[in-house]
C-alpha cells in the first residue's frame, strides 16, 4: 500500500510538474503568436492593405455549387443562396426577368472549351428559361427558350419578347403560344459588332434607362420599343463588359482595368452630331477614393495573362483590376438601406465582387469608395480558383444576383500569353468546362420580396408599382405601361407628378408619361418646382422647351443646384436664339467653377459663342480682385483654354 502510494504520488508530482512546465511553455509561446499577430496586423496598416486571410494553395478542381458555396466569404450578415446551376445551365454570362418573374440565362457555351479556344463559333449558344412554378423563390422549371446561337452575350425583356444580342445581330425573340419557345426571330439591327471580331471587344450589357431607351455598352447606338417595333438613334461608344443605371438615370461603364466610367451628362447630349465640345471631355465622371483600383482576392492568383508582375510580390493575389465587368447599382429594397444605392462590379480574374459606395458630388462626379478597404477587403472572395462572377443584377425579390460562369479559363484565345497558358494547364484549370452558377444574396433579417405577377396586371397595379421600394418593379412597371400604350393613366400619373410624396414615383411617372407621348407643358412646368433635383432634371430634359417658356426656366435658376443648372443649360442649349445665349451666361455666373456646370456649356455651346461668353466670364466676382483663390485662377485658365482653343 505504501509503494503503491509513492508510486502513485509520485506519478501525481511528475503530472503536475509536466503540466506547469507545459503551461509555462505554452505562455510565453502564445505570447509569440500574439506578438507576431500584431506585428503583421500592424504592418499590414503601415502598408495599407486590408487584414484578410491569403490562401496559398486554393482549389482548382471543380467542386459541386455546396462546396463551392464553402469557399465564398461574404461579410457578416450576408449569405448566399444557390438559385440555378448545372445541368440546368452552362457558360452563364447574363440575364434578365420578364414582368412575371421568370429568368431566362444566356448561356455562352461555345466559350473557350479549349486552352486554345477551338469551336468558339460553333452555333450552340442559348437561353435557358427558369420558372418558379409555386411562389416559393425557388427556380423548379427549366426550359430552352432558344438556341442554336453563337456567343450570345446579353439579353433584356422588353416589350412582350426579349432582345437577345448574338454579334454581329441584335434580335428581337417573342414567345406567342406561350409554350416557354421563341416562336419569333426578328432582326433590329445588323451591326451589333463584327461577328469575327474578338469576343472582349463586342456590343453588350443591354439595359433599359429611365428614359424608355434601351443603353448598350461597346456600342453605338442605343434602341426604343414603339408601336411593336424598334428605332435606334446614335449615342458615345463606351465601354467594354457591363453597364449600370441608378435611380436617376445615369450610366457607369467600365473596361478590364478601369472598374467605373462615368458621363457627367445624358448621352444623348454627346453624339458627334450634337455636342459641341472636345470628345476627349465625354466621360471622366468617376472619383475613386483611396486604393480603389487594387483589389483583394482570398487567394494567390497565378493565371494571370501579364504574369507574376501583376500580382503582390507580399502574398501573390492579383493587384488591380484587370478583368472589370458585370457591373450593377443595387436598387433592391431586401438588402437594408446601407446598401441600396451601392455600386457592385466583378472581377473574375480575382474571384471576387467588389462593393463601393457612392457619393454624389455637386460637381457631378460620382466618387466611389471600397467599403471594406480597411478590413476584410472586398465584399465577396473565394478561395476556389474556379469561381468566375462576370455579371450583377438586383432582382425581382429585392436581393443581389450574381452570374458566376464557374470555369477554370477566362481568358479569350486572342490574348492567351505562353506563361498564363502554362499556368493554366499546370493547374488543370482547361478541364473545366460546361458547368455555371447563379447565386441569390441575402442579409440577415430580410426576406426575398414576393414574386412579381405584372405582364397582364390590372393598370392600378402597375401604377401603384411606380412607387415600389424596389427598382426593379418601377422599372417594369414603367416599361410594361409605355409598351401596352395605356394612355388612360394619364390623369393617374399627373397626379404623382404633382402631389405624391415619393420623388422616385414621381420621377418615374414623369418618364412614363413622355414614354407615351402624353407629357404637357404643364405638367413638366409643375415638375420644375418640384422639391427634388432629379425631377426638375428630368423635367428639363424630357421636352424640347420653346423660348416662349424660358421666362418660366429662369425663374428657377436663383435657388438652383449645380445638377438642375447643367440641365437647364442642356435643355436651353437646344436653341440658338439670343435669349438661350443670355440663360446660359446666368447659368455660368451662378457655377463657374463647376465641372458639370463647364461640360454642359461644352456640349450646347460652339467655340464661337464661347468667345463671345468670355468677358462675361471673366468679370464673374469669383474671378476678379486681391480675394481671387488659387482655385478660381485654375479655372479661369481652364475656361480660356476652351474658349481660346488653347
Known amino acids: 500500500m505504501k509503494v503503491g502510494f509513492q508510486t502513485s504520488n509520485n506519478f501525481f508530482i511528475m503530472s503536475n510538474c ?48 455546396s462546396d463551392s458555396m464553402k469557399l465564398i466569404n461574404l461579410p457578416d450578415g450576408f449569405s448566399l443562396e444557390l438559385v440555378a446551376s448545372e445541368p440546368q445551365i452552362s457558360e452563364p454570362v447574363a440575364l434578365t426577368w420578364d414582368g412575371n418573374g421568370r429568368m431566362y440565362v444566356v448561356e455562352m457555351r461555345g466559350y473557350m472549351q479549349s486552352v486554345d479556344g477551338t469551336g468558339a463559333k460553333d452555333p450552340i449558344g442559348r437561353i435557358s428559361l427558369l420558372e418558379d412554378t409555386n411562389g416559393d423563390g425557388n427556380f423548379d422549371k427549366h426550359s430552352v427558350f432558344l438556341d442554336g446561337l453563337v456567343e450570345p452575350r446579353a439579353v433584356l425583356y422588353v416589350g412582350n419578347g426579349l432582345l437577345v444580342g448574338e454579334p454581329s445581330d441584335l434580335w428581337y425573340c417573342r414567345d406567342t403560344d406561350n409554350d416557354g419557345k421563341s416562336d419569333t426571330k426578328d432582326k433590329v439591327y445588323d451591326k451589333f459588332s463584327l461577328r469575327e471580331s474578338n469576343v ?57 482595368s478601369i472598374p467605373a466610367i462615368g458621363f457627367f451628362i445624358s448621352p444623348e447630349y454627346l453624339v458627334s452630331e450634337r455636342n459641341k465640345g472636345p470628345e476627349k471631355l465625354i466621360t471622366g465622371a468617376v472619383l475613386k477614393v483611396g486604393k480603389y483600383n487594387e483589389v483583394w482576392p482570398a487567394m494567390t492568383t497565378t493565371d494571370l495573362q501579364s504574369g507574376v508582375g501583376a500580382s503582390r510580390s507580399s502574398d501573390g493575389t492579383l493587384r488591380s483590376f484587370t478583368s472589370a465587368c458585370g457591373q450593377s447599382f443595387f436598387r433592391g429594397d431586401r438588402l437594408g438601406e ?57 432582382g425581382p425579390d429585392g436581393c443581389l444576383y450574381v452570374v458566376d460562369m464557374y470555369r477554370g479559363v477566362i481568358q479569350e484565345k486572342s490574348f492567351m500569353t505562353p506563361y498564363l497558358k502554362q499556368e493554366i494547364l499546370k493547374s488543370k484549370y482547361d478541364e473545366n468546362i460546361g458547368r455555371g452558377r447563379i447565386y441569390r444574396i441575402k442579409r440577415d433579417g430580410f426576406s426575398p420580396g414576393k414574386k412579381p405577377n405584372l405582364l397582364d396586371a390590372d393598370p392600378e397595379l402597375l401604377v401603384a408599382s411606380l412607387k415600389h421600394p424596389n427598382g426593379w418593379w418601377r422599372d417594369m ?20 407628378v404633382m402631389s405624391d410624396p415619393d420623388p422616385l414615383a414621381r420621377l418615374h411617372a414623369l418618364w412614363t408619361m413622355r414614354g407615351l407621348s402624353r407629357l404637357e407643358n404643364e405638367v413638366a412646368l409643375a415638375a420644375l418646382e418640384d422639391a427634388d433635383e432629379r425631377v426638375v432634371s428630368a423635367s428639363l430634359r424630357a421636352i424640347n422647351w420653346s423660348p416662349s417658356e424660358y421666362s418660366y426656366i429662369e425663374t428657377i435658376i436663383d435657388e438652383a443646384s449645380p445638377i438642375v443648372i447643367a440641365h437647364i443649360i442642356l435643355a436651353v442649349g437646344q436653341n440658338k436664339s439670343q435669349k438661350s445665349k443670355d440663360l446660359i451666361l446666368q447659368c455660368i455666373s451662378r457655377f463657374p467653377m463647376n465641372e458639370r456646370v463647364l461640360r454642359s456649356v461644352l456640349a450646347v455651346t460652339s467655340r464661337e459663342h464661347l468667345k463671345s461668353y468670355r468677358s462675361e466670364i471673366i468679370s464673374n466676382p469669383v474671378f476678379q480682385g486681391a480675394t481671387k483663390t488659387k482655385k478660381a485662377d485654375e479655372w479661369l485658365k481652364r475656361w480660356d483654354k476652351f474658349i481660346l482653343n488653347e
Open 200 to 256: 472582349e471587344h463586342k456590343a453588350n450589357g443591354l439595359i433599359l434607362g429611365i428614359d424608355n431607351w434601351v443603353y448598350v455598352s461597346q456600342h453605338g447606338r442605343r434602341y426604343q420599343f414603339q408601336g411593336g417595333k424598334f428605332r435606334h438613334a446614335k449615342v458615345p461608344r463606351v465601354g467594354q463588359w457591363g453597364l449600370a443605371r441608378n435611380d436617376e438615370g445615369r450610366f457607369l461603364f467600365s473596361t478590364n
Open 338 to 394: 446601407d446598401v441600396n444605392g451601392d455600386y457592385f462590379v466583378c472581377e473574375p480574374v480575382g474571384r471576387l465582387v467588389r462593393r463601393s459606395k457612392v457619393k454624389h458630388l455637386d460637381s457631378g462626379h460620382l466618387e466611389l469608395s471600397n467599403l471594406y478597404e480597411d478590413s476584410i477587403g472586398e465584399f465577396i472572395t473565394s478561395s476556389d480558383g474556379n469561381f468566375r462572377p462576370v455579371n450583377t443584377y438586383t
Open 477 to 496: 412597371a414603367q416599361s410594361i405601361i409605355v409598351n401596352r400604350r395605356l394612355v388612360k393613366l394619364v390623369p393617374f400619373l399627373e397626379k404623382i
Open 18 to 65: 509536466r503540466s506547469i512546465y507545459q503551461v509555462n511553455f505554452l505562455k510565453p509561446l502564445k505570447f509569440l503568436f500574439l506578438i507576431n499577430f500584431v506585428l503583421q496586423s500592424s504592418f499590414l496598416m503601415l502598408i495599407g492593405e486590408p487584414n484578410r486571410e491569403v490562401i496559398k494553395k486554393p482549389n482548382t478542381v471543380p467542386l459541386t455549387p
